[in-house]
């Protein structure tokens, strides 16, 4: 997972620089109108999730074990082809609003509808592998998102220089990490250390899980200061909380990948 790549001071500077969303000064970005933007998108992302999580199916069937001489049932789970296009639709639509911020009332959601489907789908086919599962790892993600918020906002934790340095080298190191097992699990290769319940195995999904916990008070943190600026447009919003919603995603999935990893 690269760093994110919608919630950065540069990004904001050029975007207010280029004129996209330029608009007056009584119409600025806004902690609430952020948080409603947020909360947009995860509406939508709960609706298409149910959509996605209805498109996973699992059957069983009776066969004959001739090792045992018994009948035995066997489950099948029948996964949706459409995921893949799903994840690349979405990843589509988040660059895009990257690159056309003022696009983002419209690309955004559009964002969450892709993305919640596949989501969807993924946390059905965990959930029948490991019942209880996707409960596990919502109430899981909702309390890291809580907990780092309220770190935050006490100012436990400071996004310093240095704890943005630390964060965004390790968030750069997990990316090259996942680019490189994606290539060489393309090619057949068993990546044993990054798939198997090892300590290893689960000491590195345990990391990525708190770097992504990282990334959220950075994102705290460039919001309180886009805000506090003054002079950031109001359609930035869906930028920002489309950031936010990138961070969570990732974390949500990396807690339930930690789980099946813990429950195997």
Known sequence: MAPNPILNDKRFDQVIAEG???????????IGGTLSALGVLFAIICVSGWFGWSQVQQTTQDIFDQTTGQMVTVSSTTFPAWVLVAVIAALGFAFATFFKPNWG?????????FEGAALGAISAFYNQMYDGIVVQAVLATLSVVLVMFVLYATRIVKVTPKFVLITIAATMGIGVMYLVT???????????????????????SVVICIVAAMNLALDFAFIERSVASGTTP??????????????IVWLYVEILRLLSLLRR
């Open 234 to 247: 109001r359609r930035m919003e869906w930028l920002a909380a489309l950031g936010v919603t990138v961070t």
């Open 20 to 30: 996209y969303g330029a608009a007056p000064t009584t119409r600025t970005m806004t």
């Open 105 to 113: 009332p419209a690309t955004a959601p559009l964002y969450a509808l």
């Open 182 to 204: 994606f290539l060489f699990q393309l090619f057949g290769a068993n990546i044993t250390f990054w798939n198997s319940p090892t300590p290893l195995g689960i000491g590195i």
